[in-house]
């Protein structure tokens, strides 16, 4: 499902480079760039699995909806980051934009040919798939043993290092994003986060709490029994 972006002058990029993929040949590839609104789909479950895709602006949840309607987000896609990359033919997953959002995608078809002769992208597109299961692995092991208070740890820890800058971490999802994530209720996160805001593990800045400060990395580590 795809939404052209406004009318923009700008080339089209067509380098793996600009898709945040390094290569030896850094070939002439050809890239799209689509725009899509607060939660608008972008590919959805069982759909073929055609491209790759990098988001340059804004922020993707993957999700699946379960049997009992129920909504598992499986990871959080940020800025930079590539996703949709598949081993079979379909998407196993939903994916959505979370905010506005601007994402970069090339044929997966297109890479493959590439790792054929290129070994960096080769040597990427397994290292892409390794981080893909390590990434799975954590998040089942959250899921089936971390108590409510190491869950919400563990994701503050997580995007404490891929968000934060000059000491503030900007969350683009909401708390039902986080809860549904966590495998908590909306009511389990919102008082875990009161809780940690209590002892002063971190602090909110503005009116919708999005914008947190943590303020006690080490008593949060020591909650994340994870790590």
């Given at each position: ?50 491209y ?119 969350l683009p ?55």
């Open positions: 499902m795809f939404a052209r972006t406004t009318t923009n002058p700008t080339p089209r990029p067509n380098s793996l480079r600009e898709f945040g993929m390094a290569s030896d040949s850094n070939p002439i590839v050809s890239l799209n760039e689509f725009t899509y609104k607060k939660s608008t789909e972008i590919y959805g479950e069982k759909e073929p699995a055609e790759v895709y990098q988001v340059k602006s804004g922020a993707v949840r993957s999700y699946k909806l379960l049997s009992d309607g129920r909504r598992q987000i499986g990871a959080f896609h940020l800025a930079g980051d590539i996703f949709g990359l598949e081993n079979g033919g379909e998407h196993r997953f939903t994916a959505e934009a979370i905010v506005d959002t601007t994402v970069r995608l090339i044929k997966q078809q297109s890479l493959e040919i590439v790792a054929e002769s290129d070994a960096m992208v080769a040597r990427n597109l397994l290292s892409m798939t390794t981080s893909n299961l390590q990434h799975a692995e954590d998040h089942m092991l959250l899921l089936g043993r971390k108590t409510s208070l190491e869950r919400v740890a563990a994701f503050l820890l997580e995007m404490d290092k891929r968000l934060s800058a000059a000491g503030t971490m900007a999802m909401s708390r039902r994003d986080i809860a549904d994530y966590l495998g908590l209720t909306l009511e389990t996160v919102s008082r875990v986060l009161s809780r940690l805001h209590e002892l002063r593990t971190l602090g909110f800045i503005g009116n919708t709490q999005r914008q947190i400060v943590l303020l006690d990395r080490s008593r949060l580590a020591s909650l994340d029994l994870q790590g």
